[in-house]
């Protein structure tokens, strides 16, 4: 009887599960939006409280936005570092703290079990409402973050990827790398982090995400007691937009490696761009769908040029940058070059091919399931969601969008928006001889 | 129609929720395949990943890296699908897929909406006994393993430590060998070198099937019979036993390379689970990784980077997974105006506090809260369930020992962690490389070129 029901079940569990995902939100009494997915199965919860303060706040101390989410666990309130992290991981919470370029974050992976969750949050309440930023607490972190930035100049690839960056961004607050420069950090006080925190980490300027196995009621419980210390403040004024460089630029930084990377691309496009889902479509086929993408296949297929060739766009609030990558041995690098620009120069000039957009709408639309299998990846897609104010709905627009792109929108898209006279490219390697 | 079924829906869900952690099943084919399947409903997916008992540590020498060059190759057509085929059907059918290769396996998976499992299955056995290897793919393989090589470890000085750590650490256990291979044998694997490593390891009764997801195993068990069951199994032989010959004293390296921080990394010879008498001990080394390093409040994050304020990263690690008897291994950067020789007196003095006293009560209860949420939070994964499962069956644990794990730990004392520093962690089996940084010769000269170099 049961084995019977099961393929009927299962038919009908597909068709509702994707829904399924039911993002609620409303405002907290101080008027943070709230957004909270009940999912069953599991006793735990995620939650990820954001602010508009990732480093495209940075303002010229570059690096402030990260130094701020590195502080905030090392004393809170009557707490110590050392009590912080004893009061978390006594009851197997996992917390965290960080900050990309639009957001910064503080993550809460815990138990619901009522007195592990109780002690957990009211641990990352008073980190997120009482953050000490003790001058010796500082000291070390700044040698900390020091070290790791001194660290970092035995990459080429994040020499690259900051070199790149500067290329497509210019004088944008996108521009910098968010763990800054060294003599950007050696600058940062204390008191610069206690502004920095007092201007940003206000009510008026957060969100909260909670997924998991917490009923509504726990939810918005949960939601109005971690911001009620929170001062409301204000919203701080939109970042500016990008803007495209005038000229194409090749740049290279010679390094003793035995790899040259490159990184070539432009500001692309922003999470609320009428394009955004042609241009993800097409940069599926283009670089973005690994093992079967035509630079993948250009690359490393047909020629064994590189380990990995990719395209991406990396949409934010502003436009993001459009980027190929590949890493290569050094004597080759012209030639890997020419085959990125090649690839992206035939894709702009004849599109994509029928069979090829079905393909990628197949494993877009056949994938669809595996992005939000597991608490961790929806709690990332609602954060995203809430904080681009996309609709409630987004995962189900998301399918239809990707239904609607055709090979000729594709086309007509990367023709407006990639012009490749534009392209910044950046190597970092060995000399070719 | 549908109003009715809805009520079953109803009706089942809580009974999938409760039944959320619902133990693995197993079954083997005639043919030798072991299929291990967890179900887990929260999401209409699936994984499926092939475990062949296979890796590095299987090498002679002069093919040293054979088993990840094979991977790459699994993917260069078969009889039935030529090059890219297998790759091209997984995406069409909106799966995720790669591969991996360790010390003692090598493991395929893909993801997949659970009704594209059959897809799976039917291009695994396709490649399990029919791989078709071709000297031109080959070729251009090789150029990307090398490139992989490079940027995993040639262009970064800490694995690149690693690597000649590892090679100093074991006298004759096949650890010392990297999984990518030694550039030299890298640079000469044939056609011929493959197809026998192949023909030698790639047989159903070498591997194990594992499949998480929204499945029920009955199904999967016939499923599997029908791709699976059909292909021949081979005559293994066992492999030949190269136990490790006791280390007589400390060992130590230095590491010239360009960089810009000291880093030291030590280790001290230690058993794993696989050695069953020692299957306390292993438990009890795991506890002591998770004293030294088992979170933000564990000794070497409080002592050494915010107490003394000496180290900028200190770390702790076991390996209580492997096939062979490993390390155990600590490491640390040295915070500005300390040495990597003050790094090694104070990791010491980490080791000799273990070993004269005991872990504190607060200490180990720590470690039991964090692996009992442990536990329930890999459940958010299938794939990581999955790995688990896989990995320890390949390395001749069996899958069950993942029950066990949170009982395991539970039961150690503080005395029995203990009695494994002193027993393990002795200045005899000690190996130490240090990184002794060097000149970067690039500060950044550039030559840019304006205008359209790349618009041709």
């Not at chain 1, 790899?259 to 042609?278: A, C, I, K, M, W």
Request: aromatic content about 10%; hydrophobic content about 40%.
């Amino acid at each position: 009887m049961q084995i019977k029901l099961l393929p009927l079940f299962f038919l009908l569990f597909t068709q509702t599960c994707f829904s399924a995902a039911k993002i609620e939100s409303w405002n907290t009494s101080q008027g943070s939006r709230v957004y909270y997915v009940h999912t069953e199965g599991l006793p735990m919860v995620d939650i990820e409280v954001v602010f508009d303060a990732g480093s495209a706040r940075d303002g010229n101390q570059h690096g402030i936005s990260e130094l701020t989410s590195t502080m905030l666990d090392t004393g809170a309130g009557k707490w110590n570092a050392d009590d912080i992290a004893q009061r978390f991981e006594s009851v197997g919470a996992i917390f965290g703290a960080g900050s990309s370029k639009d957001r910064a974050w503080l993550s809460l992976r815990t138990l619901t079990q009522q007195d592990l969750f109780t002690k957990a949050l009211a641990t990352m309440q008073a980190i997120l409402t009482k953050p000490a930023f003790n001058p010796q607490d500082f000291e070390r972190e700044k040698s900390r973050t020091l070290a790791g930035l001194k660290h970092r100049e035995e990459s080429p690839g994040a020499l690259a990827a900051i070199t790149y960056s500067k290329a497509v961004f210019g004088d944008h607050p996108y521009a910098h790398p968010g763990s800054g420069f060294i003599e950007t950090v050696e600058k940062i006080t204390t008191a610069n982090l206690a502004n920095f925190y007092k201007q940003y980490y206000v009510a008026a300027n957060a969100m909260i995400v909670i997924v998991g196995d917490l009923n509504k009621q726990q939810a918005k419980q949960t939601a109005e007691k971690i911001f009620a210390d929170l001062s409301i403040g204000k919203k701080p004024e939109a970042i500016p937009t990008v803007s495209m460089p005038t000229k194409g630029k090749f740049q290279h930084l010679d390094f003793e490696s035995t790899q040259t990377h490159v990184l070539s691309g432009l500001p692309g496009t922003h999470r609320n761009d009428e394009d955004y889902f042609t241009l993800y479509v097409g940069n599926h086929i283009l670089g973005g769908s690994g093992l079967v993408s035509k630079l993948f296949k250009e690359v490393r297929e047909k020629r064994g040029l590189a380990y990995s060739a990719s395209s991406h766009f990396a949409p934010y609030f502003r436009k993001g940058a459009f980027t190929m990558g590949l890493q290569t041995r050094n004597d080759q690098t012209s030639k890997a070059v020419k085959v990125l620009t090649q690839t992206l120069q035939d894709f702009i000039d004849q599109g994509p091919t029928e069979a090829e957009l079905i393909a990628a709408k197949k494993n877009i639309k056949g994938g669809f399931a595996m992005r939000i299998d597991t608490n961790s990846k929806l709690t990332n897609y609602v954060s995203m969601i809430g904080f681009y104010n996309k609709p409630l709905n987004y995962l189900d627009i998301f399918q239809e969008k990707v239904e609607a792109v055709t090979t000729a929108s594709i086309k007509d898209a990367f023709k407006r928006r990639i012009n490749p006279k534009l392209l910044q490219t950046i190597t970092v390697g060995g000399s070719e001889k | 129609m549908k109003f009715q079924l809805l009520t079953i829906i109803m009706l089942m869900f809580p009974v999938f929720s409760q039944a959320a952690d619902i133990k693995p099943q197993e079954r083997v084919l005639s043919n030798g395949l072991k299929i291990i399947v967890k179900e887990d409903h929260r999401s209409p997916v699936v994984v499926s990943q092939v475990w062949y008992k296979v890796g590095s540590s299987y090498e002679p020498g002069g093919i040293t890296g054979i088993s990840h060059m094979l991977e790459h190759m699994m993917f260069k057509g078969t009889d039935k699908h030529p090059p890219g085929e297998f790759s091209r059907i997984i995406a069409e059918n909106g799966g995720n897929e790669n591969a991996f290769t360790g010390r003692d396996y090598t493991a395929y998976f893909q993801t997949l909406e659970k009704s594209r499992l059959p897809i799976s299955f039917e291009l695994e056995a396709d490649r399990m006994r029919n791989l078709h290897l071709l000297a031109d793919e080959l070729i251009k393989e090789l150029q990307v393993v090398t490139e992989e090589r490079r940027m995993r470890t040639d262009d970064k000085p800490r694995s690149k430590l690693q690597e000649h750590f590892n090679a100093m650490a074991y006298s004759n256990s096949p650890y010392k060998n990297p999984v990518i291979g030694w550039p030299a044998d890298i640079a000469s694997y044939k056609v011929k070198d493959l197809q026998a490593w192949y023909e030698r390891w790639y047989a159903p009764n070498n591997a194990t099937l594992v499949v998480v997801g929204d499945i029920v195993p009955e199904e999967v068990f016939k499923l599997a019979e029908q791709h699976f069951g059909p292909l021949k199994p081979s005559d293994l032989d066992p492999l030949k036993v190269q136990t490790e010959v006791k280390q007589l004293g400390v060992r130590r390296m230095t590491v010239k390379l360009p960089a810009t921080l000291p880093y030291i990394l030590m280790g001290y010879k230690v058993p794993s689970l696989t050695a069953l008498e020692n299957e306390k001990e292993a438990y009890a080394l795991e506890v002591l990784g998770g004293i030294l390093d088992g979170g933000n409040s564990a000794r070497l994050s409080s002592r050494l980077v915010r107490g003394q304020q000496i180290a900028v990263s200190a770390g702790a690690g076991y390996s209580l997974i492997s096939r062979l008897p490993g390390l155990f291994l600590l490491d640390a950067t040295p915070a500005k105006g300390k040495t990597v020789y003050d790094m090694e007196y104070a990791l010491k003095k980490e080791v000799a506090d273990l070993k004269r006293n005991l872990v504190t009560s607060k200490e180990l209860a720590r470690i039991k809260a964090q692996v009992l949420s442990g536990a329930i939070y890999e459940r958010d994964s299938n794939f990581y369930q999955a790995m688990q499962l896989g990995m320890l069956e390949t390395v001749g644990l069996g899958w069950q020992k993942a029950d066990d794990y949170v009982d395991k730990i539970n039961q150690v004392t503080p005395e029995q962690v203990q009695e494994v520093a002193r027993k393990y962690l002795i200045e005899n089996h000690l190996n130490i490389a240090y990184l002794d940084p060097q000149p970067m010769k690039n500060t950044a000269s550039r030559k840019v070129t304006k205008g359209g170099r790349h618009a041709n």
